[in-house]
C-alpha cells in the first residue's frame, strides 16, 4: 500500500496517515463499502502506535469518508 510516515515532519503522524489514506479512497484505489487495512496492517506498515492509528482513522470518520464495523473493520462510506 506505501504509506510513509515522516516523524520528524511539522505535520502530526495521525495527520499524515488520515490525509495518506483520504487521497487513496478519493483516487479510487478503495470503492464504497470496501474495506481499507487493518489496524493491525496499518500500524506494521507504517510503524504508529495503535492509538495514533485509531486517531487518523477517527479523522476519517468525522469527515464522513469511512465507518466502523465492531468486530468486522472500517470500509469506505458509500458516496
Known amino acids: 500500500m506505501e504509506l510513509e510516515i515522516d ?4 505535520i502530526p503522524a495521525y495527520r499524515q496517515l ?3 489514506l483520504r487521497e487513496q479512497i478519493t483516487a479510487g484505489r478503495y470503492g464504497p ?3 481499507i487495512p487493518s489496524l493491525t496492517q496499518l500500524m506494521g506498515e507504517t510503524g504508529l502506535a495503535k492509538g495514533t492509528v485509531q486517531h487518523a482513522i477517527s479523522v476519517l470518520v468525522k469527515e ?8 468486522r473493520g472500517t ?3 458509500p458516496k
Open 7 to 10: 516523524p520528524h515532519a511539522k
Open 18 to 20: 488520515a490525509d495518506q
Open 33 to 35: 463499502r470496501e474495506a
Open 64 to 71: 464522513g469518508l469511512v465507518y466502523t464495523v465492531s468486530g
Open 75 to 77: 470500509f469506505v462510506s
